[in-house]
């Protein structure tokens, strides 16, 4: 496709754009289709600058999310992207049933950038217009879920010998009534 160093317009810097796509129509109308479809946000490897919760029991928050992988000029330098602020963030929830484990700063998970401005729908908190006419546009990031950190030290463990609780400090139950069915308890 293009390289960055194969083309000087002679300006003091290269561009994306090498002789080779300038000498059809073809050519041309791909190099446009590519760059249009170039500043597209689908998704993206991002890291947690700042959480507005810090696991309570509250509505699900916002993050603050820097994008990792840098965008390129044409002389082929990097060009970090700035944070992205109040991005939503997905809580596994049903209901008023949730697993609480809000993401921390420094965590690095996956972005997904909505097709429309999501504003309205969020502050709604249901059905809403678009507040604008963005698309596939980075303020409209939507923070998923880690995808790499370092070995848990407090977890929920499902294997086929079965289930394992972990923590390193106390697990505590808040329940009117607790019931526990088992034909052997180990101390």
Not at 5 to 22: E, K, L
Not at 28 to 52: E, F, K, N, Y
Request: some cysteine; charged content about 10%.
């Amino acid at each position: 496709m293009t390289n960055f160093d194969s083309f000087n317009r002679g300006q003091g810097f290269q561009g994306s754009v090498d002789a080779g796509v300038v000498g059809s129509d073809y050519n041309t109308l791909h190099s446009t289709i590519a760059a249009i479809i170039g500043r597209i946000w689908t998704s993206a490897p991002v890291q947690v600058m700042a959480v507005t919760n810090a696991g309570g029991v509250s509505p699900v928050g916002f993050v603050d999310l820097l994008p990792l992988v840098n965008q390129i000029d044409g002389n082929g330098n990097a060009v970090p992207h700035g944070t992205i602020h109040q991005c939503p963030y997905q809580r596994v929830q049903g209901g008023g049933n949730a697993v609480i484990m809000d993401p921390q700063v420094g965590d690095i998970g996956v972005a997904l950038f909505a097709m429309r401005d999501i504003d309205s729908a969020i502050a709604n908190k249901g059905q809403a217009n678009p507040g604008s006419f963005r698309r596939y546009n980075p303020a409209d990031a939507i923070y998923l879920y880690t995808i790499a950190g370092s070995a848990p030290t407090q977890y929920m463990q499902y294997t086929a010998s079965g289930i394992t609780i972990t923590s390193p400090t106390a697990v505590t139950i808040n329940a009117p009534q607790v019931t526990i069915n088992a034909t052997t308890i180990a101390m």
